[in-house]
């Protein structure tokens, strides 16, 4: 099976920074991050395909986070800048499904086994 293994969660106060990533063991058009708290709903936080040309940003995490493909094409990271509270959840790596070039947002193919990552203050 298609494995994602994702690192670089953690525990920061409030306007703190983290990097995560994530590497699968195949070459992925489509990769990406979603999120869920505890009692809410699993969310896309950015997807992006291997050509760099189509992104998707959560609209909460614009100006704060970015996505980015590595030269290889299998990899993905997620730069987390000026985090807060709401932040919290665990991060999954995702490959998600790819209709006619377009990464889908409610469709994933992959998942990683998710990473914590905790904000206070």
């Known amino acids: 099976q298609v494995q994602l293994v994702e690192s670089g969660g953690g525990s920061v106060q409030a306007g703190g920074s983290l990097s995560l990533s994530c590497a699968a063991s195949v070459d992925i058009y489509c990769m990406g991050w979603f999120r869920q708290a505890p009692g809410k709903e699993r969310e896309a936080v950015a997807t992006?395909?291997?050509?760099?040309?189509?992104?998707y940003l959560l609209d909460s995490v614009k100006g704060r986070f970015t996505i980015s493909r590595g030269n290889a094409k299998n990899t993905v990271y997620l730069q987390m800048l000026n985090l807060k509270p709401e932040d919290t959840a665990i991060y999954y790596c995702?490959?998600?499904?790819?209709?006619?070039?377009?990464?889908?947002?409610?469709?994933?193919?992959?998942w990683g086994q998710g990473t914590q990552v905790t904000v206070s203050s």
């Open positions: 992006l395909d291997v050509t760099g040309t189509r992104t």
């Open positions: 995702a490959a998600p499904r790819v209709y006619g070039d377009v990464c889908s947002l409610s469709t994933v193919n992959y």
